[in-house]
């Protein structure tokens, strides 16, 4: 564990979750499946399921699913602004199926009521924000981690300031309250940069994309591991079905194209167990339901993206990144040999 400031803010956030690394798998629409929040979690970091739309009965399955798979803790995504009426009913399902304390994730601060039930109930509320005052709402929401969010994360902003900027401005506005930092964050050294600009602890996104257990299609997954860091755009051309919020994803035709492309369908997936049609400039990101052409679907994606490399397991990601955030700074944790081995055939 760290010494100092910095261990006692990774004390908080690994004391908030009860987990043994200050890592967090981000929820992610179709991607972030019960079979990846499930490895995470068993490799000592925090899980995420993402309810995005689901509504409560296809909820609290989900939730039941990623509880059989793992007795550590778990977290579940919301998106307050995308549910709808119907974050409600996502709410009083998980909460009702849970069968251990929860952390629920939301993307913005939550309205007071959802913060109050968390809290009712017994369980964490973590809320991603993008600017100070998002995390002032957030804190009066009941909020007892915050995530701040900079613009070199992947998918959709709550904000436009640089990660490190926002941490300093809301670390100084909240100095007691667990921090993390997301955006950009895929490897060792980007983790402990995070951590010394003023965070206890990472929310990761893309580099979990990356992973055997995501659900992300496979050429979605080998795009991540083939780009570099220019090879990402913030864009406003995915707005369908989740419109107002710029979103960072890898360039193709959609982001580089002068003009939007007519919105024509370009691919079909499945939701909720129904066969759909996906419209050029949809929001959805290609899970391995889709078929047709994926290159031109919102491939979510963050600064870091050149550091992946490879597809990896979850447990893999974990090892690289939690003994990071515990070495003290200016040294390297020592990579385990499914480390090694996974450098190897790089």
């Keep these: 564990?760290?010494?100092?400031?910095?261990?006692?803010?990774?004390?908080?956030?690994?004391?908030?979750?009860?987990?043994?690394?200050?890592?967090?798998?981000?929820?992610?629409?179709?991607?972030?499946?019960?079979?990846?929040?499930?490895?995470?979690?068993?490799?000592?970091?925090?899980?995420?399921?993402?309810?995005?739309?689901?509504?409560?009965?296809?909820?609290?399955?989900?939730?039941?699913?990623?509880?059989?798979?793992?007795?550590?803790?778990?977290?579940?995504?919301?998106?307050?602004?995308?549910?709808?009426?119907?974050?409600?009913?996502?709410?009083?399902?998980?909460?009702?199926?849970?069968?251990?304390?929860?952390?629920?994730?939301?993307?913005?601060?939550?309205?007071?009521?959802?913060?109050?039930?968390?809290?009712?109930?017994?369980?964490?509320?973590?809320?991603?924000?993008?600017?100070?005052?998002?995390?002032?709402?957030?804190?009066?929401?009941?909020?007892?981690?915050?995530?701040?969010?900079?613009?070199?994360?992947?998918?959709?902003?709550?904000?436009?300031?640089?990660?490190?900027?926002?941490?300093a401005r809301v670390g100084a506005a909240h100095p007691g309250l667990p921090l993390l930092g997301a955006g950009g964050v895929a490897d060792a050294a980007a983790a402990r940069g995070v951590l010394e600009a003023g965070a206890g602890g990472v929310m990761c996104g893309t580099v979990f994309v990356a992973t055997v257990e995501s659900a992300a299609h496979p050429a979605y997954k080998a795009a991540l591991v083939d780009a570099g860091a220019d090879d990402t755009v913030i864009t406003d051309r995915f707005s369908i079905g989740w419109p107002g919020r710029s979103h960072r994803a890898l360039r193709s035709a959609v982001t580089d194209h002068p003009a939007p492309l007519p919105s024509s369908f370009i691919a079909w997936t499945t939701v909720m167990g129904e066969r759909r049609p996906v419209p050029r400039g949809s929001a959805s990101a290609p899970t391995v339901e889709a078929d047709g052409s994926v290159e031109e679907m919102a491939r979510y994606a963050g600064t870091g993206c050149g550091a992946i490399g490879s597809i990896r397991t979850a447990e893999q990601v974990v090892r690289s990144l939690g003994p990071a955030c515990l070495a003290p700074a200016g040294t390297a944790a020592a990579p385990d040999a499914d480390d090694r081995i996974a450098e190897g055939v790089r």
Excluded at 129 to 143: F, H, I, K, L
């Design 1 to 167: 564990m760290p010494s100092g400031d910095l261990g006692r803010r990774v004390a908080r956030v690994t004391e908030a979750f009860g987990v043994r690394f200050p890592v967090v798998q981000a929820g992610m629409g179709g991607v972030a499946v019960p079979e990846l929040a499930a490895a995470v979690s068993e490799a000592g970091a925090l899980g995420t399921i993402a309810l995005y739309k689901l509504e409560a009965a296809d909820a609290e399955a989900m939730l039941r699913d990623v509880q059989g798979r793992t007795r550590r803790p778990v977290g579940v995504n919301v998106i307050p602004e995308v549910a709808g009426r119907l974050l409600d009913r996502q709410i009083a399902a998980v909460l009702a199926a849970a069968d251990r304390r929860l952390v629920i994730n939301s993307y913005g601060p939550p309205p007071p009521e959802v913060g109050a039930a968390v809290g009712a109930a017994g369980h964490t509320l973590l809320v991603q924000v993008g600017s100070p005052e998002q995390a002032e709402r957030a804190v009066q929401a009941g909020a007892g981690v915050l995530v701040c969010q900079g613009v070199e994360a992947g998918g959709h902003h709550l904000g436009r300031a640089p990660l490190r900027d926002l941490l």
